[in-house]
C-alpha cells in the first residue's frame, strides 16, 4: 500500500479541524501555528523555496482543481463608441452681416429720440445680458448635441433625403437650450431694473410662467409626439399664469371712422378681451411650429418678428409721453432682446445646411414669448400685422387642420437628389405655394425668400401705422 505524504496527511487533518470554516484552516505550504488565509497559487508560479520538492506535485494538483473548479471572470465588455460626428461650428459669418442691424436701432435708442436716461440705462442693460446670453447659448448648443444624441434624440434631414447629409444624425429639440438660457436671463434682469413693490413686477413674473410652461410642454411633445388636436390646448393651458395675474385694462379703442356708429370712442370688452388673450397665444404659438419644414425657417423668422417688436417699441417711447405707455413697451423690450440674442444664437447652428433642429420646444417658446410681449405691451393689433405670413399660412392649413383634404404627417415639398431642388405639392403651405408660383428653387434660396417676405410684412405694419396715424386712432 502507497503511504501518503507528511504534507498531505496534515493538510486533511487540518481540514478535519475546522470543516465549517475554511477561511480559518492552516495553509499547508505554512510551518508557522499562525491562521492565515488562503492564498491560490498560479499554476505558473514557481514553488516556493518553504514547499518540499517532493509535495510539489501533490500541491500543483491541488492548485489546478481549484483554479478549474472556480469561476473564470467574463472579461468586461469596454462601453460603446458612438461615431456620431461633431456638430458643424457656428455660422459665424452669417452672425455678423445680422449683428449690422443693431446700429440702426442704437441710432433710434440713442440719438433720434428723446429717452430719459433711466430708461435708457435699463435698456441697455437687459441688451448687455442679451448679449451675455447669445455667447452662453453659442457654447451650450454643442455640449447639449453630444447628450441629446446618446438620448437617441435626432431626425434626419427630409429635404436632403437620398443625399450623404440625408443620412446624418441630427440632434432634435435643441430650442430647450434657448429657453433655458432666455429664462435665465429674464430672472437675472430683475435685479436691475425691478423693485420688490413694483407694480409691473407681478405681471413679468406670470409672463415668465407661461414662457416656462410652454417650454416644458413643448419638450414633452418632441418626447411623447403629442398629436396636433392636442397641441391645440397646450397653449390654453400654458397661458393661464398670464391670464390670472393680468391686471392692465380691457378695453379697446374705437377707430375714428367708426365712432359716429359706435357711439363710443373706448369699449370696455371685461372677459371677452382675456379670452381674445388667450385665442391670440394659441395662435401665435401653432403658428410658428406650422411654418416650418427649412433649415432655417422656424428661428430666422423669430429673428425678423422679433428685430420688428424691439424696433416698434423704442419707436412708440420716443414718441410717446405717457409714463405708463412708455413702461409698457419697456417692458417688450425686457423681454424681446433676449429672445432676439438667443434665437441668434441658434440660428448659427440652425441655418442651411442645418447642424441641429429646434424642434417643438422652441416654436413654442418662441410663440409663447412674443405673444406675452404683444399682450403686455399693448400692441397685439401690430403683432398680428408682423405675423401676416403665419396668417396666411394658417389660411393655407384650414382645410388640411380640420380635415377636409388629407393631412400628411410632414406637409413638405419634395426633394430632387440629383438637382438639389425642392419642388412645391397640393399641400396648403405657404412654403409649397412660393414653389408652385415660384417654381423649383434650393432649400437655401427658398427659405431666403421667405424670410424676405417676412421682412416686407413687418416693413408693411410699419408703412400702415405711419398712414393711418391720426385718422384710424
Known amino acids: ?13 487540518a481540514n478535519l479541524q475546522c470543516p465549517l470554516h475554511p477561511e480559518k484552516r492552516r495553509n499547508p505550504s505554512s510551518s508557522s501555528s499562525t491562521m492565515a488565509p488562503r492564498r491560490r497559487i498560479s499554476k505558473t508560479e514557481p514553488s516556493s523555496p518553504e514547499h518540499p520538492s517532493s509535495s510539489s506535485k501533490e500541491n500543483n494538483n491541488h492548485t489546478t482543481t481549484a483554479a478549474a473548479a472556480a469561476p473564470i471572470p467574463t472579461p468586461r465588455k469596454p462601453p460603446a463608441q458612438t461615431n456620431d460626428p461633431p456638430i458643424a461650428p457656428a455660422k459665424w459669418c452669417l452672425i455678423l452681416k445680422l449683428s449690422l442691424f443693431s446700429i440702426p436701432y442704437a441710432y433710434l435708442l440713442f440719438y433720434h429720440y428723446k429717452i430719459e436716461p433711466e430708461l435708457q440705462r435699463s435698456v441697455l442693460i437687459n441688451a448687455g445680458m442679451s448679449i451675455a446670453g447669445f455667447f452662453v447659448t453659442v457654447k451650450l448648443i454643442p455640449v447639449a448635441s453630444k447628450y441629446v444624441l446618446k438620448r437617441n434624440l435626432y431626425g434626419f434631414d427630409i429635404n436632403k433625403k437620398g443625399t450623404p447629409q440625408g443620412n446624418v444624425k441630427v440632434p ?37 410662467a407661461c414662457i416656462c410652461f ?32 393680468y391686471a392692465g ?8 371712422p367708426l365712432v359716429p356708429h359706435v357711439g363710443m370712442e373706448v369699449l370696455d370688452l371685461g372677459w371677452i378681451y382675456k379670452l381674445y388673450m388667450g385665442l391670440l397665444v394659441v395662435f401665435c404659438t401653432n403658428s410658428i411650429n406650422i411654418h416650418a419644414g427649412l433649415n432655417g425657417l422656424e428661428v430666422g423668422q423669430t429673428v425678423v418678428i422679433a428685430t420688428a417688436i424691439v424696433v416698434h417699441n423704442i419707436m412708440q417711447i420716443g414718441a410717446s409721453s405717457d409714463p405708463e405707455y412708455k413702461q409698457a413697451h419697456a417692458f417688450s423690450i425686457y423681454l424681446a432682446q433676449p429672445l432676439l440674442a438667443t434665437s441668434l444664437g441658434l440660428l448659427a447652428f440652425n441655418w442651411y445646411p442645418s ?20 399682450i403686455l405691451g399693448h400692441f397685439s393689433e401690430t403683432l398680428l400685422i408682423f405675423f401676416l405670413p403665419q396668417v396666411l399660412n394658417f389660411l393655407m392649413s384650414l382645410p388640411q387642420l380640420f380635415g377636409f383634404i388629407p393631412c400628411p404627417r410632414h406637409r413638405l415639398p419634395k426633394f430632387d437628389p440629383q438637382t438639389g431642388l425642392l ?51
Open 214 to 245: 410652454m417650454t416644458l410642454l413643448g419638450f414633452v411633445d418632441d418626447v411623447l409626439d403629442v398629436p396636433w388636436r392636442v397641441k391645440l390646448l397646450l397653449p390654453s393651458i400654458a397661458a393661464l399664469p398670464l391670464l390670472m395675474a
Open 1 to 13: 500500500m502507497k503511504t501518503l505524504n507528511t504534507n498531505t496527511t496534515v493538510f486533511v487533518l
Open 355 to 374: 447642424s441641429v433642429f429646434v424642434g417643438d420646444t422652441f416654436t413654442y417658446f418662441a410663440g409663447m414669448t412674443m405673444a406675452v410681449v404683444g
Open 172 to 208: 432634435e429639440s435643441l430650442g430647450i437650450v434657448v429657453a433655458i438660457v432666455y429664462l435665465v436671463v429674464a430672472i437675472l434682469f430683475q435685479y436691475f431694473n425691478f423693485t420688490a413693490d413694483s407694480i409691473w413686477l407681478v405681471e413679468y413674473n406670470a409672463a415668465l
Open 249 to 256: 385694462h380691457t378695453t379697446i379703442v374705437i377707430p375714428k
Open 423 to 473: 419642388t412645391g405639392t397640393k399641400d396648403g403651405t405657404l412654403v409649397n405655394f412660393f414653389l408652385r408660383n415660384l417654381g423649383r428653387k434650393s432649400e437655401k434660396a427658398l427659405c431666403i425668400y421667405l424670410l424676405g417676405f417676412q421682412a416686407i410684412a413687418c416693413c408693411f405694419c410699419f408703412l400702415l401705422r405711419y398712414l393711418l396715424a391720426g385718422w384710424y386712432k
